[in-house]
């Protein structure tokens, strides 16, 4: 029909880089994370950023931008050391974050973090940066449970999770627990507690022994402990996508 335009559909846009692309870069501080979830805001992904990549060592900052269409789905993440950042890039690469398979390589220039820190920084025109806001870690007055306490819980497939962060949400619990073999679902957080659900007692074991003690970036570390099979006082499971 004259005039007429059928509409075109506009496709996803494809961010996610080969991996190996820039395996030539040299170890550095600072690693390049791309196919990021484009929907998150910025508050959300840096937390979620700052809460699964603070286990490899500190982080000095994180960079991304969410307004800027250039830039979605990217951050940038300073480590404090040069060991974690190459840690944080071996194990984590084509990891699962928030249904998407990150692509991690090292950044191909030094980060104005490190550079002013070892006194090579140059200023240059930089855009405005939203303010950061403070991420408040957990009551260092929280008590943990004792190794007899443990020992008088009969072992299950369900594992109770405590002194979470007060940011904490199920994205981020699943982020860290769906990895091992058996995940089922994880309850909402819930002063400070939440309760994860594998499918045997075996695999709960597996994955309370890798990450009993787990840090996170603000060095408050994760106690963990088998539950009973039902403790409606502390959420409603929620099975993963």
């Given at each position: 029909m004259p005039g007429?335009?059928?509409?075109q559909r506009t496709m996803p846009r494809d961010r996610a880089q080969p991996i190996g692309k820039w395996a030539h870069l040299p170890p550095n501080n600072t690693i390049y994370v791309n196919?990021?979830?484009?929907?998150?805001k910025r508050e959300e992904l840096v937390q979620s950023l700052r809460h699964v990549f603070g286990q490899f060592?500190?982080?000095?900052?994180?960079?991304?931008?969410?307004?800027?269409l250039k830039a979605k789905g990217q951050a940038f993440i300073v480590f404090d050391q040069i060991e974690s950042a190459t840690k944080a890039l071996t194990e984590m690469q084509n990891f699962m974050f928030y249904n998407k398979p990150i692509r991690v390589s090292f950044a191909k220039a030094k980060s104005d973090a490190i550079s002013k820190r070892d006194g090579s920084f140059h200023p240059r025109m930089k855009r405005p940066r939203e303010k950061k806001t403070k991420v408040k870690g957990e009551p260092a007055a929280k008590k943990l449970m004792t190794d007899n306490n443990r020992q008088a819980i009969v072992k299950s497939n369900i594992l109770i999770v405590s002194n979470l962060p007060d940011d904490a949400n199920q994205t981020m619990i699943q982020m860290l627990f769906r990895k091992y073999p058996g995940y089922h679902s994880v309850t909402e957080p819930s002063g400070g507690k939440c309760r994860v659900k594998f499918d045997t007692?075996?695999?709960?074991?597996?994955?309370?022994?890798?990450?009993?003690?787990?840090?996170?970036?603000?060095?408050?570390?994760?106690?963990?402990?088998y539950g009973q099979?039902?403790?409606?006082?502390?959420g409603t499971f929620v099975k993963k996508e």
């Open positions: 007429f335009q059928v509409p196919n990021v979830n484009e929907k998150l060592g500190k982080i000095v900052d994180i960079i991304c931008y969410t307004k800027i007692e075996a695999n709960a074991t597996i994955s309370l022994r890798a990450m009993q003690g787990f840090k996170f970036f603000n060095n408050v570390k994760l106690d963990i402990a099979a039902e403790a409606p006082s502390i």
